[in-house]
């Protein structure tokens, strides 16, 4: 079984710049997940996916942040214009009727 | 609100040695309770679950018990490996449809030969 496909691995881009990341989760996981992990601490939800419906986007910053998951397949997180701050690993997760599948992350640094 | 608190590392034990990563959780209701770790370079994966009090889960020669009384979710081994060496994530989801994951900041294990 194919794992959660996450690009690019790795970004650096200077601040204000904008930035996207890709997410494929397992084939047939209805929810999908965004976490923000910044060194040292565990990761934050940032928006969860029921299909291509968002059950709960508190805690995306929405001036910057956005994301979508068209067709209920794949996701695209965007930040426009990021910032110092931003500079984090982004975990996307997928879930059908069990545990949580995490891909490996894409991992932004903002100068 | 919920909320997990993990003792801070790194955990710096030599190989065979017992392993305890401490976890506490502040949480309404009766949520699952979770202990993921990450290795160098690798994604997130799930080490054990406890889904209710006094569960005890279990996986790779890990070890936590579900302690409503205490609040604890403590991650044991008794024998370490240098292969065990990793990032350790206690975590709690309410089990409803929802299914969100809450994590503790992580505990660096470093595991010597």
């Known amino acids: 079984e194919a794992g959660v496909a996450q690009s690019p691995r790795y970004k650096i881009i200077e601040k204000r710049q904008s930035v996207a990341f890709w997410c494929n989760p397992i084939?047939?996981?209805?929810?999908l997940y965004w976490y923000q992990q910044i060194l040292g601490q565990g990761p934050k939800l940032l928006i969860q996916?029921?299909?291509?419906?968002?059950?709960?986007d508190s805690q995306l910053p929405k001036d910057r942040f956005s994301a979508e998951r068209l067709k209920g397949v794949d996701s695209t997180l965007k930040i426009q214009p990021a910032k110092l701050e931003d500079s984090a690993v982004y975990l996307c997760a997928s879930r059908g009727t069990g545990e949580l599948f995490f891909g490996e992350g894409s991992r932004l640094t903002v100068l | 609100g919920n909320s997990v608190t993990q003792m801070e590392g790194p955990v710096t034990l030599s190989e065979e040695a017992f392993l305890t990563i401490n976890c506490t959780y502040t949480?309404?209701?009766?949520?699952?309770l979770f202990w993921y770790v990450q290795y160098p370079g690798e994604g997130l994966q799930l080490l054990l679950k406890?889904?209710?009090?006094?569960d005890k889960g279990s996986n790779k020669g890990f070890e936590a018990t579900y302690r409503k009384e205490t609040t604890s979710f403590h991650l044991e081994k008794g024998s370490v490996q240098v292969s065990d060496s990793a990032v350790y994530f206690c975590a709690l989801s309410r089990m409803d449809s929802s299914y969100k994951l809450i994590f503790g900041s992580g505990t660096r294990l470093l595991v010597r030969p």
């Open positions: 084939s047939g996981h209805a929810t």
């Open positions: 996916f029921q299909n291509n419906g968002v059950v709960d």
């Open positions: 406890a889904t209710k009090a006094d």
């Open positions: 949480a309404t209701g009766y949520p699952s």
